[in-house]
Each structure stands twice: as structure tokens, then as C-alpha cells.
């Protein structure tokens, strides 16, 4: 990836904080490398060296700041908005693909050759896969060190590192303190069990209010629920279930995990930022928005919107196909009545697809049509005939998408907006989009606002939750 010097040094000079997660910087004097908003004093211009990855400064043989945990920076929003190869490898590898398959089985899910993937990853982010991991496993661990009561052997393996000595050689090396040492720093200690305590950085401003509501609105009863501060849900990952508790503040979102096994807290946590969609680019997005003399009075009102994602695709595909053509409310009743009753106060997550495909048709509780529709959907999903998880080709599951029974441009294009993270669909027929349209003064018609909104591209996803706002 090519990065312009003069750019990023103006942007470390200012220690401008919207460029966290996008570049790194190196310093050749200490042989440290920092986000761009560190405090320290701006390094001169001779000593610096910018890239494009935290795993790409660590290969350069740099440790990260101890001041500014660089590692602990929201990731680069490019990821989110690409649907290339290295944009569905980068989401994979955050979701901890590597660490439970390897780069065979990254690589298998891609579609490509082990090479071409490596080939790519380097020359984009200046590391290839494994490094990639090994950069992510070094932060799962000093979360874990520095979080909870774990053995240091027992935090080795939970972060996916392959032996003690490895997990020891790259702590030292990645923060040139022993674990040992790191351990010093541990905050008191957890009040539960299997709680872990961190904090999600994100770029701000955000929108906390917009993001609730809309949680709110759809909250299922025994899966999640959610008040005016903080959303709870249950998580269904790789090794286990898991609980989770989001609540946003000023500079982070506070978020409190219990875990049935620790091997998930990478993927707990990739999860919880795609669900607050913490790595989008606000400025930018809202620039372009702003623009439109109909959509500036709304952005400066309401600065940060952004698209609430998800944590399971299959999920929230089933709550599209529930949502066709009723109320955001009575999707919610008939998606409640689907599901077992918990104990009060128990979360877990949604059912899994090889359950729902073998549900009866009594447990449904809705028009045959629809069952239909979802049964079809999870036979798929159980097949592994479709993907809708971070790393899917959106072009390719939209496509399948629409071949199941009762699925159309409406469902399809909700499902890549909020499962699939496509940040640029519009939904032009909803009726709710139509009548903030008309709030806005913008046309109503479905071709008419489909025209117009070609001036939002490539973030139409966030003109469309303004939409819903102004309705």
C-alpha cells in the first residue's frame, strides 16, 4: 500500500486521532512505532518511517509504544468498505480464521492459493497472513494479561499461540516487556469468573443514541436487550457461548465479555466492533453525506450515524425475511414466538441454521410462505452453500440470495448492508426510506431517489439510515 509521506507526517505533526488504524509510525531512533495521534513529541522527518500495518512495523523490528498502544487503535476502515480479496482476508483474519484454521483454511475460504493470498496480503499491508495473526494474538494476549487472573501459560494457548516459548519471544518482541512484566499493569481484579473488562476504541464522533434506538427497536427477548446506556447480547463463538455488554462513551465503548472459553475473546471482540460498526470513518462519511444541501442540516443535527452490522449472519438474514413487508414491531413479536423462552435475565444467542432447517413447522409460528423462505435459508447456510459471514463475496451471496424461495431485492440488499457490512445500498422502495425522502425534501420515488442518491456512493448504506431517522 503506498503511503504519502507528506500526508502522514502533517497528520502525526497535528496527532490527528482520524488517522489511528490507518497508518502506523516508526520511529528509527527508538524503534518504537505509534498511532499517529500519540502524544509524544513529533519525531523529526529524517528518523520516520509510515506503514500500513501494525504486523508491518513489528517485521521492521519496532515494538509499540507503551503510550499510545498503538495496537489497541480502531482498524483501518478501508476494511469494512472493501470487498476485494485483502478486504475479506482482513476481516477473516480478525475474526480469528487464522488462529482456528490456519492460512490452509483462510485461504480455503477465500478461494485462493495459499501464494496468491500471501502474494496480496504483503504487498497491500507490507505482512502476510501468519504476521498478520501473530501482530492480532500479541494484543488477545496482553488483553489477557493485563485483564484477568489467567495463568500465563493458560493465556499462551487462549490467544492462539502454538507453545509457551512462542507466546514469551513474541510479547518480548512486539513490547519489548516480558509477560511477567506486562502483568504489573493488571487492573483488579475481575469481579466474576471468565469476565474480561476492555475498552473498543472507535473514531469519533458516534452517534450513541441513533445506534441504541435502533438496537432497541428490534431487541429480542432471551437473545438480547437494551436500555438508553448499554446493549446486552448473547454470542454464540467458535469454542463456546459467550455474554456481552456494549456501552459507548466519549472516546470508547466500555465492553464487559464473559466467556465459556477465552480462545474467543479475538473473535468476541471483532464481532462487537462490527455490531457498532466502530471502525467506520465518520468525517469522511459525513463530508460526503453533508454535501447534498437535503441531507446537511440532518448531519450537522446528528454528526457519527452509523449502520448498526451483526454478529451472526444467519441471524440476521432470518430477521429480513421476518421483516418483509411488516413492522419493525411485529417482526419483533413474530421472531419472539419462534424462539424458546430463557430464565429471566439469561442471554444466549440466536439458534445455529442446522437447528432452525430441522425446526417443526408448528414451532414457526407464521405464514408457510415465509417458514418456507427461512428453512430454505438455513439448509444452505448448513450446506456451506452460503456465506454470510464477514468474508463472503457480497456479489456472490447476494446472488444466491435471491435464488431462495421468497427472497428479493429488499431482503438481499438488508442482508449486505447489516450481515455482509456492504456500506453502499440504498433499499429505495422501503416505505420508511420513501417517507424520510419526502421529511427531506428529496423525491420519493423509488427511480427518482435511486437516481439522486448516486451522489452518496460509496456510503448510501449511512444515507439510508438517515432515511429511517427522518422518517
Not at 259 to 273: E, F, H, I
Not at 391 to 412: F, H, I
Amino acid at each position: 500500500m503506498e503511503l504519502d509521506f507528506e500526508r502522514c507526517y502533517r497528520a502525526v505533526d497535528s496527532r490527528d486521532q482520524r488517522f489511528d488504524g490507518w497508518f502506523y509510525t516508526a520511529v528509527r531512533t527508538t524503534g518504537i512505532y505509534c498511532r499517529p495521534s500519540c502524544p509524544a513529541i513529533t519525531p523529526k522527518r529524517e528518523n520516520v518511517t509510515f506503514y500500513p500495518s501494525a504486523a508491518a512495523a513489528q517485521r521492521g523490528g519496532f515494538r509499540a509504544c507503551r503510550r499510545c498502544r498503538p495496537d489497541a487503535a480502531p482498524g483501518s476502515p478501508e476494511w469494512d468498505l472493501r470487498a476485494d480479496l485483502v478486504g475479506r482476508a482482513m476481516r477473516l483474519i480478525a475474526d480469528g480464521v487464522v488462529d482456528r484454521d490456519g492460512v490452509p483454511g483462510l485461504a480455503s475460504r477465500l478461494g485462493y492459493t495459499e501464494r496468491h493470498l500471501n502474494r496480496l496480503l504483503t504487498a497491500e499491508l507490507g505482512a502476510g497472513p501468519l504476521a498478520l495473526a501473530r501482530a492480532q494474538r500479541a494484543q488477545t494476549a496482553r488483553i489477557l494479561i493485563e485483564t484477568t487472573d489467567l495463568g500465563l501459560a493458560e493465556i499462551a494457548f487462549a490467544a492462539g499461540f502454538g507453545s509457551v516459548r512462542q507466546f514469551n519471544d513474541t510479547i518480548l518482541e512486539v513490547y519489548a516487556r516480558s509477560p511477567s512484566a506486562l502483568r504489573e499493569r493488571r487492573v483488579a481484579r475481575q469481579p466474576e469468573a471468565g469476565t474480561i473488562s476492555l475498552r473498543l476504541a472507535f473514531r469519533a464522533p458516534l452517534h450513541a443514541g441513533a445506534l441504541l434506538g435502533f438496537l432497541a427497536a428490534r431487541a429480542l427477548p432471551g437473545i438480547e436487550e437494551c436500555d438508553v446506556t448499554t446493549y446486552r447480547r448473547g454470542l454464540n463463538l467458535p469454542h463456546g457461548s459467550a455474554t456481552v455488554a456494549l456501552t459507548p462513551g466519549d472516546r470508547w465503548v466500555a465492553a464487559t465479555l464473559r466467556l465459556a472459553d477465552v480462545r474467543d475473546l479475538a473473535p468476541a471482540v471483532a464481532r462487537c466492533r462490527r455490531l457498532f460498526d466502530l471502525d467506520a470513518d465518520p468525517v469522511a462519511v459525513d463530508g460526503m453525506l453533508g454535501a447534498d444541501p437535503a441531507l446537511a442540516a440532518a448531519v450537522r443535527a446528528e454528526p457519527g450515524v452509523r449502520v448498526p452490522r451483526a454478529v451472526d449472519g444467519f441471524e440476521l438474514a432470518v430477521r429480513a425475511i421476518v421483516g418483509q413487508q411488516v413492522s419493525v414491531a411485529g417482526a419483533r413479536q413474530t421472531l419472539s414466538r419462534m424462539l424458546t423462552p430463557t430464565a429471566p435475565g439469561e442471554l444466549r444467542g440466536f439458534p445455529a441454521a442446522a437447528t432452525v432447517a430441522e425446526l417443526p413447522d408448528a414451532a414457526f409460528r407464521m405464514p408457510a410462505a415465509r417458514r418456507e423462505s427461512i428453512r430454505a435459508l438455513a439448509q444452505a447456510i448448513a450446506d456451506g452453500k452460503l456465506d454470510l459471514e464477514p468474508g463472503a463475496d457480497r456479489e456472490e451471496s447476494v446472488a444466491r440470495l435471491l435464488e431462495l424461495p421468497g427472497v428479493g431485492a429488499w431482503t438481499a440488499g438488508y442482508v449486505a448492508m447489516r450481515a455482509i457490512g456492504d456500506p453502499d445500498v440504498l433499499l429505495p422502495t422501503d416505505v420508511a426510506v420513501r417517507r424520510g425522502a419526502r421529511a427531506l425534501g428529496l423525491p420519493d420515488s423509488p427511480k427518482a431517489l435511486a437516481a439522486h442518491a448516486e451522489r452518496w456512493r460509496p456510503w448510501r448504506s449511512y444515507a439510508l439510515m438517515r432515511l429511517w431517522r427522518s422518517a
